[in-house]
C-alpha cells in the first residue's frame, strides 16, 4: 500500500511512465503468494520476499527521502537509483515460486510432538543458511 | 493539529509549550511540551489502532498510576485524557537518561549499580496488587502459537522452542503483575544508574521469572553478547539481590527457561512485527527487514537448545 503522500511526490518528480494502479487511495496490500528464497539445496519460505523487500526500499526512498532532497543532481542520481530498483523489483517478480512443502512438513510434525533424532541440528543448519543471506555477519557472533 | 493539541492539553494543563513530535509511528506518538517549567511527555494513540496483546492507553496509564504508587522509579503520571484532539492520549513526566539501548551498553562505564536496581525495580513492580489492575490478563503459550499460526509461514526452530517450553515447563509459581517488556532498551539510565522503568504496554500477570529473564535475550544485548544481563552485567547477583528482596527463590534453570520463551516470543515478534508492513498496516522499511532479521533470534533458540539438551 503506497500512501498519497507517496503517489503526490511521486507524480511530481516521476519522468517516466508511472506505475499501475497509482490511485493514492490507501488499499490493504493483497497477501501475495510467498516466494522462496533458496540457498543451497534448502527451499526456506520467508517474507518479505526479495521484490517485497525492494518494493520497501523504494517506498522509502520516494517517499521519504526524495522529498528532503534539495540538490538537483541528488534528485536526479536517487530517480535513476529508483528505476533501477523498479528493474529488479520486477525481475525479482519474474521468479518462479517455490516449494517450502518440506519446511511445512517438518514445522507440523514438530507442533505435533514428533521430534526425531538429530532434527536440531538440521533445523539450525536450515537457519544458519538463511543467515548467510539475511544477516552474513551474525554467525561470526557464536 | 499541533495548535489544536496544544490548545486542548492548555485547558487542562495551564499554559504549555507548543508540542514537539518525539516520536511517531503506527500504534503511538510521543510528544515533547512544558508546562509550567515542567518536562512532560504526552503518550497518544495514532489512527485507527486495534489493541491486540497490548494495553490500551487508558489501561497503561493505570498501570503506571500503580507502579508509581509502589515506588517503583518510573516518570510521575500526570493525567489521562480521553480525548486530545479526537484520539486518546496520557501525560506523564518526562524524565532525563539514556533510553536507547545500544548506547546504554556503551556507556563508559555503565553505572554498575545497575543490575541491582533493575532486580530491586523488579521486586517492587511484583509487589503490585493484583486487584489493583483487575484488566491485566494471564499470558499464556498457547496465546504465542495462534500469534505464529495467524503468521502462516513455517518455522521450525521457533515449533523446536515452543515444544521444548511444553515439554520443560518448571512448577508455575503463582502469577503476578509483570512490566512485560523488561528489558535494557526500555529503561532510562544516567551516570548513577537507573532513572526509570518505561513502556508499560505489555503489562500483564506471570511467571515473575519471566520478566526477570526477559533481559537476559541476546537480542536485547545490543552485541556485549558476554555479558547475559542486557549486554551491561553477569545474571548472578542481579538473581541473588532479586531473591534476597522479595524472598522467594528463583533458580537460574528457571531463568534459564524464560530465557528461551522470551527468545521464542521476540521471534514470533519479528514476524508478526513485519506483517504490519506487508498487510499495509505499517508501512516501514524497519518493520519489513524484521521478517529477515527473525532469523537471527531462530538461531539462538538452536543455541540454547542445543546448550539444555
Known amino acids: 500500500m503506497r500512501s498519497a503522500t507517496f503517489w503526490r511526490h511521486f507524480r511530481e518528480v516521476w519522468p517516466h511512465e508511472i506505475p499501475a494502479n497509482p490511485c493514492g487511495v490507501a488499499t490493504p496490500r493483497q497477501v501475495a503468494s510467498p516466494r522462496h528464497a533458496t540457498s543451497g539445496n534448502e527451499t526456506v519460505s520467508e517474507r518479505p520476499t526479495p521484490e517485497e523487500l525492494a518494493e520497501a526500499i523504494e517506498e522509502f526512498l520516494a517517499g521519504e527521502i526524495l522529498p528532503t532532497l534539495d540538490d538537483h543532481r541528488l534528485r536526479f542520481r536517487l530517480l535513476v537509483a529508483l528505476n533501477a530498483l523498479g528493474i529488479l523489483g520486477r525481475e525479482l517478480a519474474k521468479l518462479p515460486p517455490e516449494d517450502d512443502a518440506e519446511q511445512r512438513a517438518l514445522a507440523a510434525a514438530i507442533r505435533a510432538g514428533t521430534v526425531e533424532p538429530g532434527t536440531l541440528a538440521r533445523v539450525k543448519a536450515d537457519v544458519a543458511r538463511r543467515l548467510q543471506v539475511n544477516s552474513p555477519r551474525y554467525l561470526d557472533r557464536y | 493539529m499541533i495548535s489544536e493539541m496544544r490548545e486542548a492539553l492548555e485547558a487542562l494543563l495551564g499554559p504549555v509549550s507548543e508540542p514537539v513530535l518525539l516520536a511517531g509511528g503506527a500504534s503511538k506518538e510521543a510528544w515533547a511540551v512544558d508546562a509550567g517549567g515542567e518536562p512532560l511527555l504526552v503518550r497518544r494513540a495514532a489512527v485507527g489502532v486495534i489493541h491486540r496483546h497490548t494495553l490500551s492507553l487508558r489501561d497503561e496509564f493505570a498501570v503506571l498510576e500503580a507502579a508509581h504508587e509502589a515506588g517503583v522509579k518510573v516518570p510521575r503520571p500526570v493525567l489521562y485524557i480521553e480525548d486530545l484532539d479526537d484520539r486518546e492520549a496520557f501525560v506523564m513526566e518526562r524524565i532525563p537518561g539514556e533510553t536507547i539501548g545500544r548506547r546504554i551498553v556503551r556507556m563508559d562505564p555503565v553505572p554498575a549499580e545497575l543490575p541491582l536496581q533493575m532486580a530491586e525495580e523488579l521486586a517492587k513492580i511484583h509487589a503490585i496488587p493484583a486487584e489493583r489492575l483487575p484488566f491485566l490478563v494471564e499470558a499464556s503459550l498457547e496465546r504465542l502459537v495462534d500469534e505464529l499460526d495467524e503468521v502462516d509461514e513455517p518455522h521450525p526452530a521457533i515449533e523446536l522452542g515452543l515444544w521444548w517450553l511444553r515439554e520443560s515447563r518448571p512448577e508455575p509459581r503463582k502469577s503476578l503483575v509483570v512490566h512485560g517488556d523488561f528489558r535494557i532498551g526500555n529503561l532510562a539510565v544516567d551516570e548513577q544508574g537507573l532513572v526509570g522503568v518505561l513502556d508499560w504496554e505489555f503489562a500483564h500477570l506471570d511467571d515473575p521469572a519471566r520478566d526477570l529473564a ?27 539481590r532479586y531473591n534476597e528482596l522479595t524472598g522467594v527463590d528463583i533458580r537460574p534453570e528457571e531463568l534459564d527457561y524464560w530465557e528461551l520463551a522470551g527468545n521464542v516470543a521476540w521471534a514470533i515478534g519479528c514476524l508478526t512485527q513485519a506483517r504490519r508492513h506487508l498487510t499495509g498496516q505499517d508501512r516501514s522499511v524497519e518493520l ?7 532469523a537471527e533470534v531462530e538461531y539462538e533458540i538452536c543455541h540454547l537448545l542445543e546448550t539444555l539438551s
Open chain 2, 214 to 240: 526477559f533481559g537476559l535475550v541476546r537480542a536485547w544485548r545490543f552485541g556485549n553478547d558476554e555479558l547475559r544481563l542486557g549486554g551491561i552485567g553477569d545474571v548472578e547477583p542481579y538473581l541473588e
Open chain 2, 288 to 294: 519489513a527487514i524484521l521478517g529477515r532479521l527473525g
